[in-house]
């Protein structure tokens, strides 16, 4: 396998300001393409030489709202003592505006949706992870790239239909893994996990019906994030945290 | 007579050859397919995101439901990427487990594909004689995981345990003699790496026997040779993977490109096709089977000289023994921690791709630093091969989607996850 440490070079000698960011982590080269470049980005990826991208593995919407977000304070002590319990609505439940959340998204970001491509050369043995954040996050924009990769096809459809990103220039873009007739973006993190509408049989009609869920979210494990100093790099300072 | 230009069929999803719960719509020309519509997701369970909600160890369980043919391949991708984000790897006898297992899961895959494609173009004997060898490894997937599909045998740090001393034996029943118990049970004698060793000796022969019944057979033929093939440049531009890309003659195994585990020490071929029509692919997996034989041999005399722990002793992402905890104060902390809140990964990201059965099967996770993944994607190698049915089906007969189906390998539990 081609060494990472040459793609990644050779990235930033190459496309320099046209991408917004360029990392080399775990061995993994991840760069970031502003929406506007694209698909000229891409294209200049399949087709160059030293790139040769020829397939497009996989496409998978990100939703960012609730990125670090935690259940538990890890970092200090409280005065009236610790729950056991997650009772508010919140991360953990996966469902920040839904019918059992209260937590609405509201500050545009324009760092919320990103879509995160992966490429594959078989050329030359290599892979890259590319990410585009959309600009908007109540409309959430990308150019399409199934001009590119057909594979692109399928990808994108998964995406809008889960995020709701709408990309544009796709030829078909279709919900493809909800139910026919679904409302909402399911993956989305304002979305409930338990969902917000289940069907059940209503014997006087005759037929099945929807009606809103009747089951209670529950938290088993609340979401936790602790700063374990054994991943920090060595030389690196605690960093101060105000709370968990 | 009514004139009529085109109709639309609707192709499943409760038809027996639409393997699982796939509806496709056809635009039919008489008997010519003129486009084909996908219609997938009815078996979404949307895993992706309760693996958002769950620490990363209760999600194993849900990778052997992805692809539920091929489970400890799903297992091992997901694993793979949680000890890449932790920065760990496993003692060298997992990693050989591991790679022994995922070859044993892909002679079960490729088995039951071979039965049910055979049974989809109407050859039924190839069915009843693949269930026949199906079940000796379901019976050692049972011994070392305890459970015959859904095994959650794969663990960040290794695997749940070392492989057992003893092949579990047929009882005697009254309606059988004991001569026939004892020839039921003539290679149950030993552990499981003999039983192994003994179902290596006898594979190629029942390779050669499903050969036999469907190679050269003519009407196998006929309905093969020819239908829906793909190019090369088509296969890599759609997003093809495993038997899929290589029956069009690219000769790309994750395996021998980008090896994991411990791939990089084994000797084994890869079988390519030339035409990248439906033969070639069934030529592809007979030969893979083969080879996965051959590797499995490899591991077990490996396996056999060099005992060892198989799972990584680091107590922040293992459990202790039940020993250890039941001794130590220390260990029973630990084992609390582990169980009641799991392990945080560092943040980043990470992707691990594995050679699955049927293609690339990887697993991406987004961590922000939480005891569960922020974001988890599972890049499944049938979505994308279904994704191309259309381009590949254009212009064959209605027969040949029976035929095309078949021969993408299709399991909806990873199509629609």
């Known amino acids: 396998m081609a060494e990472p440490e040459s793609l990644y070079e050779q990235l930033r000698g190459r496309f320099g300001e046209r991408l917004a960011e360029v990392r080399l982590e775990r061995g993994e080269v991840t760069a970031e393409v502003r929406p506007a470049e694209l698909t000229a980005v891409m294209a200049q990826l399949r087709d160059e030489q030293p790139w040769r991208f020829e397939q497009l593995v996989d496409i998978a919407g990100v939703d960012y709202a609730a990125y670090g977000g935690d259940e538990w304070i890890t970092e200090r002590a409280t005065s009236s003592g610790f729950s056991r319990g997650v009772t508010e609505p919140g991360f953990g439940r996966l469902g920040l505006t839904g019918i059992y959340g209260v937590q609405p998204v509201s500050e545009s970001t324009g760092r919320r949706f990103a879509a995160v491509y992966h490429l594959l050369s078989l050329s030359h043995n290599h892979r890259l992870r590319v990410r585009c954040f959309a600009e908007d996050d109540d409309m959430p924009v990308l150019p399409s790239v199934t001009g590119i990769w057909p594979a692109a096809d399928w990808a994108e459809r998964e995406a809008f239909d889960l995020y709701g990103i709408v990309f544009e220039g796709h030829p078909d873009l279709r919900r493809l893994l909800t139910d026919y007739g679904f409302v909402g973006h399911p993956f989305r993190k304002d979305f409930p996990l338990i969902g917000n509408v289940e069907p059940r049989y209503d014997p006087e009609k005759g037929r099945v019906v929807y009606g809103p869920v009747e089951i209670e979210p529950r938290v088993l494990v609340p979401r936790v994030i602790r700063d374990d100093n054994r991943y920090r790099a060595p030389g690196t300072p605690e960093e101060d945290q105000a709370d968990g | ?417």
């Not at chain 2, 391949?73 to 793979?80: A, D, M, P, S």
């Not at chain 2, 790679?99 to 989809?120: A, F, K, S, Y």
């Open chain 2, 1 to 417: 007579m009514a004139e009529f230009q085109s109709y639309t069929l609707n192709f499943g999803p409760q038809h027996p050859a639409a393997h699982g719960v796939l509806r496709l719509v056809l635009e039919m020309e008489g008997e010519t397919v003129r486009r084909a519509d996908p219609h997938v997701g009815l078996l979404h369970r949307a895993t992706e995101k309760l693996a958002e909600s769950k620490p990363y160890n209760q999600s194993i369980g849900y990778m052997d439901r992805l692809d539920y043919v091929s489970m400890m391949c799903n297992e091992h991708g997901y694993v793979l990427a949680i000890e890449r984000l932790l920065g760990i790897e496993p003692p060298l006898r997992a990693q050989y487990i591991r790679v022994m297992m995922d070859e044993v899961t892909r002679i079960l895959n490729h088995l039951l594909w071979l039965g049910g494609h055979g049974l989809d173009v109407g050859a039924m004997t190839a069915f009843l004689y693949t269930f026949r060898e199906r079940e000796d490894l379901m019976d050692v997937y049972e011994a070392v995981s305890g459970t015959r599909m859904h095994a959650t045998y794969y663990r960040p740090g290794g695997v749940n345990r070392d492989l057992p001393e003893r092949m579990p034996q047929y009882e005697p029943s009254p309606y059988r003699s004991d001569k026939e118990l004892r020839e039921m049970n003539r290679a149950r004698e030993g552990s499981v790496l003999d039983f192994l060793e003994d179902f290596c000796e006898r594979f190629p022969a029942c390779v050669d026997e499903y050969e036999t019944l469907l190679t050269e057979n003519r009407i196998w033929k006929q309905r093969l040779v020819d239908v829906c093939p793909i190019s090369a440049e088509r296969a890599i531009a759609l997003g093809f993977t495993g038997p899929m890309l290589r029956g069009s003659g690219v000769e790309w195994d994750l395996r021998k490109m980008q090896p994991y585990e411990v791939y990089d020490r084994l000797d084994f071929d890869i079988p390519v096709g030339t035409n990248g029509d439906s033969y070639d692919r069934y030529l592809v997996r007979v030969e893979e089977m083969r080879q996965s034989a051959r590797i499995i041999r490899q591991c077990i005399d490996w396996l056999r000289e060099n005992p060892g722990p198989v799972r990584l002793d680091d107590p922040k992402v293992t459990p202790p023994t039940r020993e250890q905890m039941k001794d130590d104060m220390e260990s029973l902390i630990h084992h609390f921690k582990l169980f009641t809140e799991g392990y945080c990964t560092p943040p980043g990201e990470v992707y691990a791709a594995v050679e699955a059965p049927k293609g690339e099967f990887a697993a991406y996770i987004i961590s922000d630093g939480a005891n569960k993944p922020y974001r988890l994607k599972v890049r499944p190698p049938c979505y994308y091969h279904l994704a191309g049915t259309d381009e590949m089906i254009r212009g064959y007969m209605l027969a040949d989607v029976v035929t095309l189906i078949g021969s993408l390998d299709l399991v909806f539990g990873e199509v629609d996850r």
